[in-house]
């Protein structure tokens, strides 16, 4: 397997216009994660799926956020509209969640760096 | 989730034992302790997983004690391409699936 895929690897917008990321877990996985990393606020969680459920998107940072899975195999976060404070490196990850085992690996895509000027 | 409390930073030299301790005192039952290594440029990586006792694979050791109020990262020899972040997670990731990540442990090893 290739990995988590992400695309693009690296975004640079104008304020206001509308940002996507896309994801692209390992196949088979049922868990997805989206994070971002800043200097600032180092990684943060922003929401999860199980399933291709949201099961917690209570770190989005606000509206102007909102990701989907529409099905196993594709996810996407986006941005509408961008900021400059939006500016980070934006992270997919995705594991398999497995029986009564609270083990898990996330497996960490390459990243998007979001540039908003 | 349990909070976990690492060193910012610390350095070593090629060649040495690197011990790296995070301390997690309010873990749950169900907890388990997880440790991710992040190069710049790149996303965190998974080291290694543990509930209790020792566990060792053939990048590092896990050392959990007993109370398991706390954890150490083992990292033999170490290399200039050991040089990165280490972040210690704890929970039970059954339930959701949640991985927090807190600051993170920077690992400078010098020639």
Sequence with gaps: DAGVIQSPRH?????????TLRCKPISGHNSLFWYRQTMM??????????????IDDSGMPEDRFSAKM??????TLKIQ??????????????????????GTEAFFGQGTRLTVV | LAKTTQPISMDSYEGQEVNITCSHNNIATNDYITWYQQ??????????????????????SLFIPADRKSSTLSLPRVSLSDTAVYYCLVGFYNQGGKL?????TELSVKP
Excluded: H, W
Aim: glycine share 10%.
């Design chain 1, 11 to 19: 975004e640079v917008t104008e304020m206001g216009q509308e940002v």
């Design chain 1, 41 to 54: 606020r180092g990684l943060e969680l922003l929401i999860y799926f199980n399933n291709n459920v949201p």
């Design chain 1, 70 to 75: 529409p099905n196993a195999s594709f996810s």
């Design chain 1, 81 to 102: 509209p961008s900021e400059p404070r939006d500016s980070a490196v934006y992270f997919c990850a995705s594991s398999l969640k497995q029986g009564a085992d609270g």
């Design chain 2, 39 to 60: 190069f710049p440029s790149q996303g965190p990586r998974f080291i290694i997983q543990g509930y209790k006792t020792k566990v060792t694979n053939e990048v590092a």
């Design chain 2, 100 to 104: 927090i990540f807190g600051q993170g």
